[in-house]
């Protein structure tokens, strides 16, 4: 059977629960650490977009009034 890394470490260590239970602990502590961060990077990318989301809509409603109000110089172009 092939052995990782971890179970490597597990081996050197010494037996005594105590050290393992506190290794594990910062190991855990450590992983919710990087997901604490990770989840703010989503949050701060979340309410950027929002932002851009409202210029999206308004950029639309703009290109909206301006298409009809041209609507009507049409049989301009159209020469009709």
């Known amino acids: 059977m092939h052995q990782t ?42 309410t950027q977009a929002k932002g851009a989301r409202w210029m999206l809509m308004l950029m639309i409603g703009v290109a909206g009034f301006v298409a009809a109000k041209i609507t009507p110089l049409f049989h301009l172009v159209a020469g009709k």
């Open 5 to 46: 890394s971890r179970d490597r470490i597990w081996e050197v260590l010494p037996c005594d629960p105590g050290v393992r239970y506190g290794l594990r602990t910062q190991q855990l502590e450590h992983k919710i650490d990087d997901l604490d961060v990770k989840v703010t990077e989503m949050h701060l990318v979340l």
